[in-house]
């Protein structure tokens, strides 16, 4: 189960042997005409203009597949046939952010913004139908702590290892709760409402920010007081990428205790019999349990051993306490006897210690394995999302599991809200799943074969598993996690329909806060120049 962590963060994909045929498939924009028009705009446009030529790559460039490898998350996206950005634009300045936005629209191709480049379908770094820039944000990557004032000013190109290491330096008793992953980026994480092991504690990170610094469509640089508060609910689970170029986050330190604990425990459906039980009462336990606790499930079809050539559920828990390994005892024996947990089954750590262990790191690693960036590293991967409202009853779960063996090879991982999550209300931010939600399921399934053969058998599989879960989940709409990006559950070809088709995956990515994120759309950017294949759309004419 570590194992399968380690997979979704550090995944090395096998060795691809693939021709490297860059090509755009718009005949009327060749990549260098773009280059000087764009060179020459930038320049006009920014007051370093000796050096702006050495942020922009032209698909001539010798660097130009470095730095276009070096932050794409997922090997599907690496591929021959994928469409490749005419130019990649790597600022360093503030002004140089502005005069992209503004020079990618004088030449009137649309800006694709990525900073840590996890997006699970890859738009920050594909367009599917459309020529397209990248604006890569890697080189925003300060971060400045003040422990006096609980708060630090993180720059969206910035990981979230190296934030939580940021604090670890200046201080042992304050975290923050975002993801797990250490090399997700803090732009599209935090502008998507991204969560972690914290959040029945304190929420998501969404609710933990105090002020943003965003780039308009004119350019300008915008804070929270002159951004206005629409806009900044907006960029706090909206998703950043429909409204401007996020620049940094302030967000509010919360406080961590000396000592914290984990644990995780396995248990094999044939082996044991009570593992239904436990499953079950997991979906009681979890969500209600004191919210200094989090406990992850996942649940995997592995080979069985009691019959050969037979699959068998293994469901294991992973689990992070606020606290120490005594109290945690207590709370279990009270809680959920049936894990049967004993002290010497958790662990005792420091908070930073904890962040390593949920990355799959082993015990006594140094923090500064959070700074590594694991650049140009993926493996083929799809994720889907759902949420649980209601308990799923104990036949319900074999049957799940059947299916789950029938499927092939996808995984689910079970994420309890509760507690914190549950005192926000749902238009807080435009992240709408809190009250009323037990836990969400995120789907995933990895592989390492390359080809459209591969590809299409395990997103076969996903869908199906997805499918046999329709009784199970929230209704009307079958909501959806923005951060675990779906582009099944609809797209926008950004035409004259794109209301339409973007109620269709706003609805379920944010219930009836879609009708707000439309309104500041309109007032922000009323000519949709910040689009994607799942942005807001502007409101109808
Ligand atoms: C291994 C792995 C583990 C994960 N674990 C978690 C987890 O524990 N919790 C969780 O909530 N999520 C998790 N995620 C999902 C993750 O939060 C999202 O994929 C997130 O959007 C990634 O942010 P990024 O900056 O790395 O991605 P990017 O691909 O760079 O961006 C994602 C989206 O945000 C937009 N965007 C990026 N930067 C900006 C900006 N500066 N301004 C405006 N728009 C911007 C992009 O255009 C794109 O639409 C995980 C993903 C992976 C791959
Ligand atoms: C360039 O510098 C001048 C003077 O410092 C300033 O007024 C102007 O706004 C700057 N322009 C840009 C594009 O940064
Ligand atoms: C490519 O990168 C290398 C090392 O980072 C650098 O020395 C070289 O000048 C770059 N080449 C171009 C064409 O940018
Ligand atoms: C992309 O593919 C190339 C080979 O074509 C490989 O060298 C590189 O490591 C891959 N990068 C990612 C992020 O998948």
């Avoid at 996890?118 to 702590?145: C, Q, R, W």
């Avoid at 933990?208 to 206005?228: E, P, Q, Y």
């Avoid at 992240?431 to 058998?457: D, Q, T």
């Amino acid at each position: 189960m570590i194992e399968s962590l380690r997979i979704s963060c550090f995944h090395l994909s096998l060795t691809i042997f693939l021709l490297v045929l860059l090509h755009v498939s718009y005949a009327l924009v060749t990549s260098d005409s773009v280059y000087d028009t764009f060179l020459h705009c930038l320049q006009k446009h920014t007051n370093e203009s000796d050096q702006v030529s050495n942020i922009i790559y032209a698909q001539t460039n010798a660097n130009y597949s470095t730095v276009l490898r070096n932050y794409i998350r997922n090997a599907r996206f690496n591929t021959s046939s994928t469409r490749k950005p005419l130019l990649i634009v790597t600022p360093s300045l503030e002004s140089q952010v502005g005069a992209t936005v503004v020079c990618s629209q004088t030449i009137g191709i649309q800006l694709r913004i990525r900073s840590g480049g996890h997006d699970f379908e890859g738009i920050s770094y594909v367009s599917y139908n459309a020529p397209f820039i990248i604006l890569d944000m890697f080189n925003f990557k300060s971060i400045t702590v003040d422990t006096d004032d609980e708060s630090v000013w993180v720059q969206v190109g910035a990981t979230l290892g190296e934030l939580y290491y940021s604090i670890w330096e200046k201080s042992k008793v304050h975290g923050f709760p975002a993801g797990v992953c250490s090399t997700v980026g803090v732009g599209g994480h935090i502008s998507g409402g991204g969560y972690g092991t914290m959040m029945r504690k304190f929420g998501l990170t969404i609710d933990n920010v105090l002020d943003a610094k965003i780039v308009d469509v004119n350019g300008n640089v915008l804070d929270r007081k002159s951004m206005g508060e629409d806009l900044f609910w907006a960029i706090r689970g909206g998703g950043g990428a429909s409204f401007g170029v996020v620049l940094s986050y302030k967000l509010k330190l919360v406080p961590v205790p000396e000592t914290v604990s984990v644990f995780s425990f396995e248990t094999i459906l044939d082996r044991n019999t009570m593992t239904t039980d436990i499953v079950y009462r997991w979906q009681e336990v979890a969500p209600n349990i004191d919210n200094a606790l989090f406990m992850r499930l996942h649940l995997k079809p592995v080979n069985s051993m009691v019959r050969k050539r037979e699959k068998t559920i293994i469901a294991s828990i992973m689990a992070l306490y606020l606290g120490k390994a005594k109290q945690l005892i207590s709370l279990l024996e009270e809680e959920f006897p049936e894990l049967d947990l004993k002290k010497n089954d958790c662990t005792e750590m420091s908070w930073i210690d904890s962040v390593l262990w949920w990355n799959g790191f082993a015990v006594g690693t140094s923090p500064h394995a959070l700074l590594n960036r694991n650049l140009n590293s993926a493996g083929f991967l799809k994720r889907k999302s759902d949420y649980i409202q209601k308990l799923i009853s104990k036949d319900g779960l074999e049957w799940v599991f059947k299916k789950m063996i029938e499927s092939g090879k996808t995984g689910l991982a079970l994420s309890p809200y509760g507690g914190r999550m549950s005192q926000i209300s749902a238009s807080e931010t435009p992240f709408p799943h809190r009250a009323g939600n037990l836990y969400k399921i995120e789907y995933s399934v990895n592989w390492e074969e390359e080809g459209e053969e591969a590809e299409k058998n395990y997103i076969t599989q996903i869908r199906r598993l997805y499918s046999y879960m329709t009784p199970f989940v929230s209704k009307n709409p079958r909501s959806a996690f923005l951060n675990y990006r779906d582009l099944d559950i609809g797209i926008s070809s950004n035409d004259e329909n794109s209301y339409e088709d973007g109620k269709v995956y706003g609805l379920k990515y944010f219930n009836d806060n879609f009708y707000r994120l439309v309104k500041v759309k309109t007032a922000v950017d009323p000519h949709n120049f910040f689009r994607n294949e799942q942005s807001i759309p502007t409101l109808p004419k």
